[in-house]
């Protein structure tokens, strides 16, 4: 019971942190984390029926949820994912409001040197190139790569994926030294990943654009026609599931094997991205 002669406490005169909860004074509510592996498997679930409205529906209600719960992890982890998807649908001024936020929150969360701010700092880098800004993203590119390299337990496909697209960035910029020698890292880095020959597949018709840019379509021709063989041979023998992300790999590969005169390789590698996407929808 309040007595006149006790002295006032902070509570009494200060309102409440939160009006809606009447959290009381001095009580740091509870961080309620958002199930990031659930929302990983959900969005496995749109990748194959290629369902950008509902992926980004499904991102932004969980980026609001992450808000709420005071999860500042959970909000760095869906800006990245959204970094993504902004980039795969081509979205600009979104993709690069989300870089802001993410890198604002790296430094909030004093995040700097972590596995997490690599990843968030490729993400960043990969969107900026897809963009056109590749002098903007060598940087983010070259913080990743310290942070991977340093780090005891960074995984092979972490870093098979900061070499790839990094040399992709160094090509767009006239690098061809640096860039061979990354996408000769990435190859090497991939082979102890399982299902890794998707990726190594991406990377030698990365090079084969690569070789062209560096020395004109005549001249490098040798070269590619050897790494679009090596591509074709990685897509029909690996292991990887017959699942969407396989699909998503040959309609990504298709269109350069088509550039190069593989009219045959690049029909039948749609073919399958379509009969998976086909089976897919026959299921929902």
């Known amino acids: 019971m309040y007595s006149e002669n006790e002295p006032l406490r902070p509570e009494d005169y200060i309102e409440p942190r939160c009006v809606l909860c009447d959290e009381p004074y001095g009580v740091q509510a509870a961080v309620k984390p958002i199930p990031q592996q659930r929302?990983?498997?959900?969005?496995?679930?749109y990748m194959p029926h290629r369902d950008y409205t509902g992926?980004?529906?499904?991102?932004?209600?969980?980026?609001e949820e992450a808000k709420l719960g005071g999860d500042l992890r959970g909000e760095l982890f869906v800006h990245g994912e959204l970094i993504g998807h902004y980039r795969k649908t081509g979205d600009r001024e979104n993709a690069l409001e989300h870089i802001g936020e993410a890198l604002s929150l790296i430094k909030k969360l004093e995040f700097e040197k972590t596995i997490s701010a690599g990843t968030t700092y490729i993400n960043a880098a990969t969107a900026l190139c897809a963009f056109g800004e590749n002098e903007k993203a060598l940087p983010l590119f070259e913080s990743a790569r310290e942070i991977y390299e340093s780090a005891p337990k960074t995984s092979p496909d972490l870093l098979g994926g900061l070499y790839n697209?990094?040399?992709?960035?160094?090509?767009?910029?006239?690098?061809?030294?640096?860039?061979?020698?990354?996408?000769?890292?990435a190859l090497d880095t991939m082979r102890s990943v399982p299902g890794g020959?998707?990726?190594?597949?991406?990377?030698?018709?990365?090079?084969?654009?690569?070789?062209?840019?560096?020395?004109?379509?005549?001249?490098?021709?040798?070269?590619?026609?050897?790494?679009?063989?090596?591509?074709?041979?990685?897509?029909?023998?690996t292991d990887a599931p017959r699942d969407g992300y396989y699909a998503f790999v040959c309609e990504k590969c298709a269109p350069?094997?088509?550039?190069?005169?593989?009219?045959a390789e690049a029909k039948d590698l749609q073919g399958r991205a379509e009969e998976i996407y086909g089976r897919n929808n026959e299921r929902t």
């Open 197 to 237: 020959e998707l990726e190594r597949a991406i990377t030698y018709l990365n090079m084969a654009n690569a070789k062209e840019a560096q020395l004109g379509l005549e001249a490098a021709e040798n070269f590619i026609f050897d790494y679009l063989d090596k591509a074709a041979d990685l897509l029909d023998e």
């Open 165 to 185: 697209n990094m040399a992709l960035c160094c090509a767009a910029l006239s690098r061809f030294e640096d860039c061979m020698s990354l996408y000769q890292k």
């Open 55 to 63: 992926a980004e529906r499904h991102l932004c209600y969980w980026l």
């Open 256 to 263: 350069t094997f088509s550039y190069y005169g593989y009219f």
């Open 39 to 45: 929302i990983i498997a959900k969005m496995d679930e």
